[in-house]
């Protein structure tokens, strides 16, 4: 009789044991699933909140744009007129939904020595430089076409590259004028182009001059912050320029007039090339 209760007990103690581990092995299980489920759910609150997130961007856009008669946009069609700083102010407007407004302070025929003088003196440049959002430059030009003038037919590698250190140097000078107004906004150096091209094709110091000359510009705006190059130089210069000038004589991005400054159709290749860059830097202008 003592045997069979000892058994009972024994079986009894038993069941207990194997209902406890299982009833514990249940609700670790449902605690182990509980809190996967709440990591999952807490990852999808992260990814949801990471997708709405938006980053806050400006709604109005001021483009100052400072130069020779690129920036002033010599050349262009009456239809558009104002060079490619018209159509770069349109392309931002409609590109990012902003309201985007420019002031041209483009002057043809300025050296670079003469747009320095403009930003030491001129107070609605220096009104328009510190709530500038983009700013863009181009000068060079001009300065080139002095030394060609002066030198003529005697110019030689030795004068343009002369001439070209003196350029770089007043180049340094004339964006950090730029950045004492405005210290942030992403300045767009624009190089300067052969028009040239069709009529010294086979004169290889001529066309190699351009491209150290601009070279020698890229280098100066990677110095400055936030400044970018932006190369216009091959633009003028494709085959089917070359073929096209074999037909009529004429570059056919060139405006009729003179033969130096681009058309509309060339003012629209330099805008594109411009655009490109500002769209590759619009953290700096775009967002607050």
Same mark, same amino acid.
């Given at each position: 009789m003592k045997k069979k209760k000892l058994w009972i007990f024994v079986i009894v103690v038993v069941i207990l044991l194997v209902a406890g581990t299982g009833g514990y092995y249940v609700f670790n299980q449902q605690t182990n699933l509980s809190q996967q489920?709440? &990591?999952k759910d807490n990852l999808k609150t992260n990814e949801l909140s990471q997708k709405k997130k938006v980053v806050p961007k400006k709604s109005n856009i001021q483009i100052v744009a400072i130069g020779d008669s690129l920036t002033e946009g010599i050349g262009d069609s009456k239809s558009v007129g104002g060079g490619y700083v018209t159509r770069l102010t349109k392309r931002v407007a409609s590109k990012y939904d902003v309201k985007a407004t420019s002031d041209n302070f483009g002057v043809s025929g300025n050296t670079s020595s003469q747009i320095i003088d403009r930003i030491s003196f001129d107070q609605k440049i220096h009104k328009a430089l510190? &709530?500038?959002d983009i700013i863009t430059v181009t000068v060079g030009g001009n300065d080139f076409m002095h030394l060609l003038k002066k030198k003529g037919m005697d110019l030689t590698q030795k004068d343009i590259q002369k001439e070209q250190v003196a350029f770089d140097r007043r180049l340094g000078v004339l964006l950090a004028d730029?950045?004492?107004y405005n210290a942030n906004a992403p300045i767009y150096l624009v190089g300067i182009y052969n028009p040239f091209?069709?009529?010294?094709?086979?004169v290889e110091d001529a066309?190699?001059?351009?491209?150290?000359?601009?070279?020698?510009s890229k280098a100066v705006a990677k110095s400055v912050k936030n400044t970018y190059y932006v190369d216009i130089n091959d633009l003028y210069e494709t085959k089917y320029v070359q073929k096209k000038a074999k037909k009529t004589g004429t570059n056919p991005y060139l405006s009729n007039e003179d033969h130096f400054h681009p058309n509309g159709t060339g003012y629209d290749m330099m805008t594109d090339q411009i655009f490109a860059q500002?769209?590759?830097?619009?953290?700096?202008w775009l967002n607050k």
């Amino acid at each position: 009789m003592k045997k069979k209760k000892l058994w009972i007990f024994v079986i009894v103690v038993v069941i207990l044991l194997v209902a406890g581990t299982g009833g514990y092995y249940v609700f670790n299980q449902q605690t182990n699933l509980s809190q996967q489920q709440v &990591k999952k759910d807490n990852l999808k609150t992260n990814e949801l909140s990471q997708k709405k997130k938006v980053v806050p961007k400006k709604s109005n856009i001021q483009i100052v744009a400072i130069g020779d008669s690129l920036t002033e946009g010599i050349g262009d069609s009456k239809s558009v007129g104002g060079g490619y700083v018209t159509r770069l102010t349109k392309r931002v407007a409609s590109k990012y939904d902003v309201k985007a407004t420019s002031d041209n302070f483009g002057v043809s025929g300025n050296t670079s020595s003469q747009i320095i003088d403009r930003i030491s003196f001129d107070q609605k440049i220096h009104k328009a430089l510190p &709530k500038a959002d983009i700013i863009t430059v181009t000068v060079g030009g001009n300065d080139f076409m002095h030394l060609l003038k002066k030198k003529g037919m005697d110019l030689t590698q030795k004068d343009i590259q002369k001439e070209q250190v003196a350029f770089d140097r007043r180049l340094g000078v004339l964006l950090a004028d730029i950045r004492h107004y405005n210290a942030n906004a992403p300045i767009y150096l624009v190089g300067i182009y052969n028009p040239f091209s069709i009529y010294l094709s086979n004169v290889e110091d001529a066309t190699q001059a351009f491209i150290d000359w601009g070279e020698g510009s890229k280098a100066v705006a990677k110095s400055v912050k936030n400044t970018y190059y932006v190369d216009i130089n091959d633009l003028y210069e494709t085959k089917y320029v070359q073929k096209k000038a074999k037909k009529t004589g004429t570059n056919p991005y060139l405006s009729n007039e003179d033969h130096f400054h681009p058309n509309g159709t060339g003012y629209d290749m330099m805008t594109d090339q411009i655009f490109a860059q500002v769209q590759n830097t619009k953290k700096e202008w775009l967002n607050k």
